[in-house]
C-alpha cells in the first residue's frame, strides 16, 4: 500500500510558542489530505481538509488560526499549531487518498502520527 | 450527521478462538464503512471497507465484516484469533462522494490475545 510520513514523530514545545508538523505522501500525489486529532482514551477527530492550491476547509469547532495548514505540493502538507497551550497537546495524524480505486471510493492511507505535548 | 459506537474498549480472546468486535453506526446517507488496525507506532491499516453492494466483506488476514442496515452494524470478526492479531482496531463512517476522505472514528477497541 501507499506510503504516508509524518515529521516529526513526537514534539515537546513551550506554551506560547508554534510547532510544525509535515505530513508526506511518499509514493502518491494527493490534491486533498486530511488532518485528524486524537485525545488520550478518545477517537480520531476530523479536523481539516487540506487542498492543493487551495485554502483548507476546517470542521465546526476548529479555529482555522491557531491550526495553520498549507498544502505546499501534491506531496506535503503542514499543520502549524500555534501559539501553543498545553490542552492542545494531543496526537495529530493524517491521511492522503492513494490511487487505486474507483473515484470517491479510493482508500485513504494514514500516517504513524505526532505526538505533540505542550509544556 | 454521523457517530460511531464501538462497544468495548477492551476485547480479550484466547489464541484460536473468535474475534468479534462490535461497531454500531448512525447515518443520515447511504454509509461507507470501514474497519481500521493500529499496530503501537504505526499509521491506521485498512483491513476492509463496505461500500455498496455484497453486504459480508472479507479483508486482510482473515478478517470479515458484515453490514447490516436493519440493525446498523458492520461487527468484525475472525474465526480464529493469532497472536499478532493484537492490536487496537477502529470503525469508521464516511458519507461517500466528496466526503469519502472524511471519516468519523469510533472509540477504539484494543484486542489483547492470550497464549
Known amino acids: 500500500g501507499a506510503v504516508v510520513s509524518q515529521h516529526p514523530s513526537w514534539v515537546i514545545c513551550k506554551s506560547g510558542t508554534s510547532v510544525k508538523i509535515e505530513c508526506r505522501s511518499l509514493?502518491?500525489?494527493?490534491?486533498?489530505m486530511f488532518w485528524y486529532r486524537q485525545f488520550p482514551k478518545q477517537s480520531l477527530m476530523l479536523m481539516a481538509t487540506?487542498?492543493?492550491?487551495?485554502?483548507?476547509?476546517?470542521e465546526q469547532g476548529v479555529e482555522k488560526d491557531k491550526f495553520l495548514i498549507n498544502h505546499a505540493s501534491l506531496t506535503l502538507s503542514t499543520l502549524t499549531v500555534t501559539s501553543a497551550h498545553p490542552e492542545d497537546s494531543s496526537f495529530y495524524i493524517c491521511s492522503g487518498p492513494g490511487t487505486g480505486g474507483l473515484a470517491g471510493v479510493k482508500e485513504q492511507y494514514f500516517g504513524p502520527g505526532t505526538r505533540l505535548t505542550v509544556t | 450527521a454521523q457517530s460511531v459506537t464501538q462497544l468495548g474498549s477492551h476485547v480479550s480472546v484466547s489464541e484460536g478462538a473468535l474475534v468479534l468486535l462490535r461497531c454500531n453506526y448512525s447515518s443520515s446517507v447511504p454509509p461507507y464503512l470501514f474497519w481500521y488496525v493500529q499496530y503501537p507506532n504505526q499509521g491506521l491499516q485498512l483491513l476492509l471497507k463496505?461500500?455498496?453492494?455484497?453486504?459480508l466483506v472479507k479483508g486482510i488476514n482473515g478478517f470479515e465484516a458484515e453490514f447490516k442496515k436493519s440493525e446498523t452494524s458492520f461487527h468484525l470478526t475472525k474465526p480464529s484469533a493469532h497472536m499478532s492479531d493484537a492490536a487496537e482496531y477502529f470503525c469508521a463512517v464516511s458519507g461517500g462522494g466528496t466526503s469519502y476522505g472524511k471519516l468519523t472514528f469510533g472509540q477504539g477497541t484494543i484486542l489483547t490475545v492470550h497464549p
Open positions: 487540506s487542498n492543493e492550491g487551495s485554502k483548507a476547509t476546517y
Open positions: 509514493d502518491f500525489q494527493a490534491t486533498t
Open positions: 463496505y461500500t455498496t453492494g455484497a453486504t
